[in-house]
Each structure stands twice: as C-alpha cells, then as structure tokens.
C-alpha cells in the first residue's frame, strides 16, 4: 500500500503525539549537542529556529544556549493573510516577549523583522524527511515558500526523531528545497 502525503502526515503525527514526554525531551537534547558541534552552526551569526510545538524536537534550550553564545536568533511569526513566514529577531524567550501566533504557535509578541538574506543558518521543522534531505511539511507551504526566499548560501538543517525520517519521500517536487542536513536522534 503506497501512502499519500496527507496519509504520511497523519502517521507521522500521531507518532510525534504517543512519543513519551521523557524521550522527547531526551532526544532533543541529543540534536542540540549534534548542532552546536557542528563547524556551520559555530560560524553562523544570524540562525533561525522554529519555536516547537509539544511533540517536535524541542528548539527552547538551544535557543536560549545559542543566545548566550552571542548568536543572533530569529523565529518565524505567520502572516495568514499573505501565507507567509516573516523572520523576526528575537532578544530572550520569556513569555512576556512571547504571544500564540498562528496555528497556536508562539511567536515573537514584537519582534523586529530581519531580512531573509541575513540568515547564515535555518533549524527547520518537519513531520518527515528523507535520507536526501527532502522534507515533508503539515501541508500549508509557509516554509516551502520561506526556503525559496532564503540565500543559496545559507544552510538549512532539519530536526527529527529517527522515526521521522524514511529511507525516500515519493511525492518531492523538483523544486522544492532539500535540507543540507538532517540531525536525528
């Protein structure tokens, strides 16, 4: 039985949610040492993660770790209307600079837009990925669309458990963009 990407999704979703707490946590901490060992990652001026949701590897701990080291750090707030991604700097991550954005993500409450071609380095989410560095989304296109706005020069890393990544993904597209880099755990 081959599956459609709205099947993979609701597979891989279910999985994020009946993974326990400890192991989330656990893993998570696996791909941030992963990611600060990395030569791109202690380069990178202006990185961009994506705050997690509950059952995503887990960003907070290496945001805040990555902004004691001085790095720059930018988040996405959605804008609905457009359907896109706006990069926006982020100084700390105490609540009071933080709001439910779209899809109940959090977001910056008032973060200052920063230009896309600042990035060095982008810490990008998804619900699968595969072992070329194809990436399967929650379907809504907001990163597909952000990736091909970012600079060929930037490097962009994605997140996963092991179990969240497959061995092909059947349904890429020529363009869309490919992950330089999976970290799993």
């Given at each position: 039985?081959?599956?459609?990407?709205?099947?993979?999704?609701?597979?891989?979703?279910?999985?994020?949610?009946?993974?326990r707490?400890e192991?989330?946590?656990?893993?998570?901490?696996?791909?941030?040492d992963?990611?600060?060992?990395?030569?791109?990652?202690?380069?990178?001026?202006?990185?961009?993660?994506?705050?997690?949701?509950?059952?995503?590897?887990?960003?907070?701990?290496m945001?805040?770790?990555?902004?004691?080291?001085?790095?720059?750090?930018?988040?996405?707030?959605?804008?609905?209307?457009?359907?896109?991604?706006?990069?926006?700097?982020?100084?700390?991550?105490?609540?009071?600079?933080?709001?439910?954005?779209?899809y109940?993500?959090?977001?910056?409450?008032?973060?200052r837009?920063?230009?896309?071609?600042?990035?060095?380095?982008?810490?990008v989410?998804?619900?699968?990925?595969?072992?070329?560095?194809?990436r399967?989304?929650?379907?809504?296109?907001?990163?597909?669309?952000?990736?091909?706005?970012?600079?060929?020069?930037?490097?962009?890393?994605?997140?996963?458990f092991?179990?969240?990544?497959?061995?092909?993904?059947?349904?890429?597209?020529?363009?869309?963009?490919?992950?330089?880099?999976?970290?799993?755990a």
């Open positions: 039985m081959v599956l459609t990407k709205e099947d993979l999704r609701k597979l891989m979703s279910e999985k994020l949610k009946k993974q707490e192991l989330r946590i656990k893993r998570s901490l696996s791909i941030k992963q990611l600060f060992r990395l030569k791109v990652f202690k380069e990178a001026r202006m990185i961009m993660f994506y705050l997690a949701l509950k059952t995503e590897v887990q960003t907070r701990i945001i805040e770790e990555a902004l004691k080291l001085g790095k720059k750090i930018a988040v996405p707030a959605c804008d609905i209307k457009a359907k896109k991604i706006k990069p926006c700097l982020l100084r700390n991550l105490e609540n009071r600079h933080l709001k439910k954005g779209a109940g993500i959090s977001e910056p409450s008032a973060g837009p920063i230009d896309p071609a600042r990035i060095d380095l982008f810490i989410p998804g619900l699968a990925f595969d072992l070329s560095g194809n399967l989304g929650r379907g809504l296109g907001y990163y597909d669309r952000f990736l091909n706005r970012l600079p060929e020069s930037a490097h962009k890393i994605g997140l996963a092991k179990f969240q990544v497959l061995k092909h993904l059947p349904f890429c597209l020529p363009h869309d963009i490919r992950m330089d880099k999976i970290l799993l």
